[in-house]
């Protein structure tokens, strides 16, 4: 069965620290891995990962892929209070639907 | 740019009354369409999925179903809602399978 498991479940932090959050994969076909931020309502789209190695960044935040140790990390750095939000990752396999199956979340709060 | 709405926003409705929540995109075509239904601490769960007007697939059996009437509209309904079905309902857009998906506000759903 596929799965999605995201590691801490939950982090407090202080402003200015850096964190690492985990994602780690267990699927069939795998085509690429999707991170998105959560905080009340829609979750907002970070980064989409397909090849091993190569990092992707926005800012503060900055994700990597690998592919043959099934797992990907977003980091953020200087970690603001606005930074508190659920951190949602999704994996995609191949196919024509699209469909994301979503791991069950990192809370992260941001202390100031 | 693309927009994508939801409503109603929150509803409170009893047990064995009939749902409908409606999800809207502006801005693009043939858009694939989801619909995901996310528990109090949990991660999204794939509901249904479409890829065209008419064309739905459903993930999980339960005692919703999905319609697409015109391109750009998706609707999820039920004619009698369980407690289970109590959480947040997020429609999402993207341009094919390939790409990412980008949320709705949500409706937060309450069975009483």
């Known amino acids: 069965e596929d799965k999605v498991v995201q590691s801490p479940l939950s982090l407090v932090v202080h402003e200015g620290d850096t964190v690492t959050l985990n994602c780690s994969y267990e699927?069939?076909?795998?085509?690429?891995l999707l991170w998105y931020k959560q905080e009340k309502k829609a979750p907002t789209f970070l980064f989409m990962l397909?090849?091993?190695?190569i990092e992707k960044k926005s800012g503060r935040l900055s994700s990597i892929l690998d592919k043959k140790e099934l797992f990907s990390i977003l980091n953020i750095t200087a970690t603001q209070t606005g930074d508190s939000a659920v951190y949602l990752c999704?994996?995609?396999?191949?196919?024509?639907?699209?469909?994301?199956?979503f791991g069950q979340g990192t809370t992260l709060q941001v202390k100031p | 740019s693309q927009t994508i709405h939801q409503w109603p926003a929150t509803l409170v409705q009893p047990v064995g009354s009939p749902l409908s929540l409606e999800c809207t995109v502006e801005?693009?075509?043939?858009?694939?369409l989801y619909w995901y239904r996310q528990a109090a601490g949990r991660g999204l769960q794939l509901l249904f999925y479409?890829?065209?007007?008419?064309?739905i697939s459903s993930e999980v059996p339960q005692n919703l179903s999905a319609s697409r009437p015109q391109d750009r509209q998706f609707i999820l309904s039920s004619k009698k809602l369980l407690l289970s079905d109590s959480g947040f309902y997020l429609c999402?857009?993207?341009?094919?399978?390939?790409?990412?998906?980008?949320f709705g506000p949500g409706t937060r759903l309450t069975v009483t």
């Open positions: 999402a857009w993207s341009v094919d399978s390939n790409y990412e998906q980008y």
């Open positions: 699927v069939t076909n795998f085509r690429s």
């Open positions: 397909t090849s091993s190695g």
């Open positions: 999704a994996v995609r396999r191949s196919g024509n639907t699209g469909k994301l199956i």
């Open positions: 801005g693009t075509s043939n858009p694939n």
């Open positions: 479409s890829v065209g007007i008419g064309q």
